[in-house]
């Protein structure tokens, strides 16, 4: 029954920023945490960021620590990953995960439990 629907992915120059958004449905949004993941062709799908239920806990990928932050705003049911500074190697398919424990920050993707169908991003050099 839960939906995640991500938006805001796009083409974009290297340096250049977008915002992802992500909803889901739901009412009980606010003690899930959720997470982004990407994954590029021929590539595993990897971990990027993921906030804790309340916002109150965060964890990063080291590859966009720095560059990216991921916020949400449980009211209307929506996490966002701003992304900064962006590179070639941040292109992918980006996906938006809810792990319905809600103090969790997990950065495998077999700890979440739904998925959302993902967004392209592509970063030209």
């Known amino acids: 029954q839960v939906q995640l629907v991500e938006s805001g992915g796009g083409s974009v120059q290297a340096g250049g920023s977008l915002r992802l958004s992500c909803v889901a449905s739901?009412?009980?949004?606010?003690?899930?945490?959720m997470g982004w993941f990407r994954q590029a062709p021929g590539k595993e799908r990897e971990f990027v960021a993921a906030?804790?239920?309340?916002?109150?806990?965060?964890n990063y990928a080291d590859s966009v620590k720095g560059r990216f932050a991921i916020a949400r705003d449980n009211v209307k049911n929506t996490v966002y990953l701003q992304m900064n500074s962006l590179k070639p190697e941040d292109t992918a398919v980006y996906y938006c995960?809810?792990?319905?424990?809600?103090?969790?920050?997990?950065?495998?993707?077999?700890?979440?439990?739904?998925w959302g169908q993902g967004t392209q991003v592509t970063v030209s050099s």
């Open positions: 906030i804790s239920g309340g916002g109150g806990s965060t």
């Open positions: 995960a809810a792990d319905f424990r809600p103090g969790a920050v997990a950065v495998s993707p077999s700890e979440y439990d739904r």
């Open positions: 739901g009412p009980t949004f606010s003690v899930w945490s």
